[in-house]
């Protein structure tokens, strides 16, 4: 079995001030890894992706994210938020049919 | 556009009735996924296709979803017997087996439904 679970429902930062939306996961083979944003009334967009090449993956936007398998974890992170980040994060595992395994979502606010 | 598209955007039935979905993925693309996403939770997976075939089914919430792929292109979704708890939106995503995205899903902007 396989899952995700996003640590955060509601994150809220100043904008210009670091974001962390945390992810931890769960599965029993080498995992593909993906976050995804989802803007009020638009799709859902592909942010970043780790599929077992380097453990520090670098997105759009300015976010990054870090696969660390000691402990299972796969943080976003942007070094400094802006108005327009705000939105819906999901962090994603991908299953043996690639179907993908979404975690409950973080809602990020910035603040200005 | 070349991107996912689905219709329609939105629909309100009422409890009983049948409805379907439509989905266009991006043209090039082979496998084909629905997700179902209720409010404030993500997406689950419902159901996919490898060109016309479909491979995983055993997600379907019920016998009463079911989906086509007919001609390995479009998909429809339908829900026969809606009830109030089908209300959510509905998302179709498409992908490139082997190509450069590797595996990458494309998300429409989904179809909202809503049962009275």
């Known amino acids: 079995a396989q899952s995700v679970t996003q640590l955060d429902s509601h994150v809220s930062v100043s904008e210009g001030t670091p974001v962390l939306l945390r992810c931890n996961y769960s599965?029993?083979?080498?995992?593909?890894l993906f976050w995804y944003v989802q803007h009020p009334n638009k799709g859902l967009q592909l942010l970043l992706k780790?599929?077992?090449?380097?453990?520090l993956v670098k997105g759009i936007n300015g976010f990054e994210a870090e696969f660390k398998k000691s402990e299972t974890s796969f943080h976003l992170t942007k070094p400094s938020a802006h108005m327009s980040d705000a939105a819906e994060y999901f962090c994603?595992?991908?299953?043996?049919?690639?179907?993908?395994?979404f975690g409950s979502g973080t809602q990020l606010t910035v603040l200005p | 556009d070349t991107g996912v598209s689905q219709d329609p955007r939105h629909k309100i039935t009422k409890r009983g009735q049948n409805v379907t979905f439509r989905c266009d993925p991006i043209?090039?693309?082979?496998?084909l996924y629905w997700y179902r996403q209720t409010l404030g939770q993500g997406p689950e997976f419902l159901t996919y296709?490898?060109?016309?075939?479909?491979?995983?089914k055993s997600r379907l919430l019920s016998d009463r979803f079911s989906a086509e792929r007919p001609k390995g292109s479009f998909s429809t979704l339908e829900i026969q017997r809606t009830e109030q708890g089908d209300s959510a939106m509905y998302l179709c995503?498409?992908?490139?087996?082997?190509?450069?995205?590797?595996?990458?899903?494309?998300f429409g902007p989904g179809t909202r439904l809503t049962v009275l």
């Open positions: 043209s090039e693309h082979n496998r």
């Open positions: 296709f490898q060109n016309e075939a479909q491979l995983e």
């Open positions: 780790y599929t077992s090449a380097a453990t």
């Open positions: 599965s029993s083979y080498s995992p593909s």
């Open positions: 994603v595992l991908s299953g043996s049919a690639r179907q993908l395994t």
């Open positions: 995503a498409s992908s490139l087996v082997g190509g450069a995205t590797y595996n990458e899903q494309f």
